[in-house]
């Protein structure tokens, strides 16, 4: 059953603990991946940053209670979207909407860790429309929170922590936030999937830095990619896309689902996708209602 975890901060606390819980017992994860099986449906995500309109649409486009095989991926929730009186970013909220659908769907609602997460995690600054949104968010929850403010800030931060890098599925899609960029392939170390992670593997050239920050990467690289992490299609988020999606190479689909013309990804876990094919099932969340 959904608890209430909205009127106090303890509730707060308690809902990033619960939530850091199911994470890392989470059935279908091994090390920091999730396997999904070769049946059911898997509703993906770009980058939302903060619109809760369109998290609202995935959420119902999914309708978990009545499809106990569909699975919602979601990234990149935080930093963005409305804002309190003193120009605060009030994303923390969609995130703590997030965290109590993955409490009331554990098996079914991932979400992954995104680069804006890791620079929460690691208190560095971070810049999205000319904003450093790190203080905007803190400033936020410091005047909702008060003397609490610190107790749930590390709550949150010990959530963030908890979350999986990556989701493969059965039919040979991975999904993560981002993936190395060309240069920095050689000394990945894949290791960091199958072992915990700590603030240290976030840090610059470390290991879920590189998984969370690559950008541009070419075909080449991204067949690369794919012949070592052993996956046909990738799906990613992290690089903006205007008009909610966009392809990379030849095997990569990039989504976004942060604005107006966002847009959302679906398939069957039963059914083999090329990057060709999977893009026909790409929708405008705004179709969606």
């Known amino acids: 059953m959904e608890q209430n975890y909205r009127s106090m901060p303890q509730e707060s606390i308690q809902l ?57 991926i979601l990234q990149e929730i935080i930093h963005g979207g409305p804002e309190d009186d003193f120009g605060g970013c009030l994303s923390y909220q969609l995130l703590f909407d997030a965290i109590r659908a993955k409490v009331a769907y554990p098996d079914q609602v991932h979400l992954l860790l995104g680069n804006h997460d890791t620079a929460v995690i690691s208190n560095s600054a971070v810049l999205k429309c000319g904003r450093e949104m790190n203080s905007a968010m803190k400033g936020a929850m410091q005047r909702r ?23 493969r599925c059965a039919n040979r899609v991975w999904v993560s936030h981002s993936l190395p960029a060309d240069n920095e392939i050689d000394r990945f170390d894949l290791s960091i999937f199958n072992r915990p992670y700590t603030p240290d593997d976030i840090e610059r050239a470390n290991p879920v830095y590189l998984m969370t920050w690559g950008r541009r990467h070419s075909d080449e690289a991204l067949n690369r990619l794919a012949d070592m992490l052993d996956v046909d299609v990738f799906v990613l988020g992290h690089q ?39 893009v026909r099932n790409i929708i405008p969340l705004g179709e969606i209602e």
């Open 240 to 278: 903006p896309q205007e008009m909610g999606w966009g392809r990379l190479g030849s095997n990569t689909i990039i989504l976004a689902s942060e604005h107006s013309y966002g847009s959302v990804l679906f398939f069957n876990l039963a059914q083999p996708y090329t990057a060709d094919t999977l």
């Open 16 to 72: 990033c603990q619960t939530g850091a819980d199911l994470n890392r017992s989470c059935r279908l994860r091994t090390g920091n991946i999730i396997q999904l099986p070769a049946n059911g449906r898997v509703i993906v995500s770009g980058d939302l940053h903060g619109h809760t309109r369109n998290y609202e649409r995935i959420m119902n486009m999914a309708d978990l209670a009545n499809n106990p095989t569909t699975h919602v």
């Open 145 to 167: 929170y008060n003397e609490k403010y610190s107790d749930v800030f590390n709550a949150l931060v010990d959530y963030l922590l908890s979350q999986p890098l990556a989701v």
